[in-house]
T-cell receptor, first 115, second 113 residues
Framework: DGGITQSPKYLFRKEGQNVTLSCEQNLNHDAMYWYRQDPGQGLRLIYYSQIVNDFQKGDIAEGYSVSREKKESFPLTVTSAQKNPTAFYLC??????????????FGDGTRLSIL | SQQGEEDPQALSIQEGENATMNCSYKTSINNLQWYRQNSGRGLVHLILIRSNEREKHSGRLRVTLDTSKKSSSLLITASRAADTASYFCATDAAGAGSYQLTFGKGTKLSVIP
C-alpha cells in the first residue's frame, strides 16, 4: 500500500543534541512538508520541498534543517538551537498540479520529548 | 500569514445528531480543504472545495464555501462514535503558487454513543 512512513514514533532528545526524524513516501509525490503541532493547536509549517534538491523555509524554520536528496525522502533535523522542541511532528506529501494546493497525505507523526 | 479559524473549539453531540463546524479565513484563496485527525495520529484529507464552488458533498459530509464572507462550514450528518476526532480547515493563498497550506486550530468533536 502506498503511504508515508515516519520513524521513530517516539523520540527523546538530550540537551545539546541534534536528532533526525525520518519521513519516507512511496506515493511518487513531488512535494513534501514538515509541520509541528503543539497541544490543542493547529499545524505550523517548518519546511517544505517542491522538488528534489530544493526546499523552502516555512513559518517556524529556526532551529530546524532538512534535506531532499531523493524524491522519496525528506528527513528533518531538530538542532540544539531549537530551544523548545517538545511537540508532535507531522510529515506530509502531495502532488504538484497547477497553482493551487492539492490534498496532502500525512504520516502518523513522531512525538519528540526532552529528557 | 493568513489563517483559518474554526468555530466552535469543541463540540459534543449524541450519536445520530448532525455536527456543524465553521471556518473563517482572511484573504482570497484558491481552495479550502478539510481534514480529520484522530487522537495521536496524522491528518486525513476529507474534502477540497475550490474558490468557484459553493457546495460539495462526500458521503455524510457536506461542505459549503462563501467567498464573500470568507467562511466555510463542514456538516457531518447522522454522526457516529467513530467521527470523534479533531477537524481542521486549511487554506492556500490565491495566486501564491507556494504550495503552502495554512491550518486553523481545529474543532474537537466528541460523539457520545
Amino acid at each position: 500500500d502506498g503511504g508515508i512512513t515516519q520513524s521513530p514514533k517516539y523520540l527523546f532528545r538530550k540537551e545539546g543534541q541534534n536528532v533526525t526524524l525520518s519521513c519516507e513516501q512511496n506515493l511518487n509525490h513531488d512535494a513534501m512538508y514538515w509541520y509541528r503541532q503543539d497541544p490543542g493547536q493547529g499545524l505550523r509549517l517548518i519546511y517544505y520541498s517542491q522538488i528534489v534538491n530544493d526546499f523552502q523555509k516555512g513559518d517556524i524554520a529556526e532551529g530546524y534543517s532538512v534535506s531532499r536528496e531523493k524524491k522519496e525522502s525528506f528527513p528533518l533535523t531538530v538542532t540544539s538551537a531549537q530551544k523548545n522542541p517538545t511537540a508532535f511532528y507531522l510529515c506530509a506529501s502531495s502532488i504538484r498540479e497547477g497553482w493551487s494546493n492539492q490534498p496532502q497525505h500525512f504520516g502518523d507523526g513522531t512525538r519528540l520529548s526532552i529528557l | 500569514s493568513q489563517q483559518g479559524e474554526e468555530d466552535p473549539q469543541a463540540l459534543s453531540i449524541q450519536e445520530g445528531e448532525n455536527a456543524t463546524m465553521n471556518c473563517s479565513y482572511k484573504t482570497s484563496i484558491n481552495n479550502l480543504q478539510w481534514y480529520r485527525q484522530n487522537s495521536g495520529r496524522g491528518l486525513v484529507h476529507l474534502i477540497l472545495i475550490r474558490s468557484n464552488e459553493r457546495e460539495k458533498h462526500s458521503g455524510r459530509l457536506r461542505v459549503t464555501l462563501d467567498t464573500s464572507k470568507k467562511s466555510s462550514s463542514l456538516l457531518i450528518t447522522a454522526s457516529r462514535a467513530a467521527d470523534t476526532a479533531s477537524y481542521f480547515c486549511a487554506t492556500d493563498a490565491a495566486g501564491a503558487g507556494s504550495y503552502q497550506l495554512t491550518f486553523g486550530k481545529g474543532t474537537k468533536l466528541s460523539v457520545i454513543p
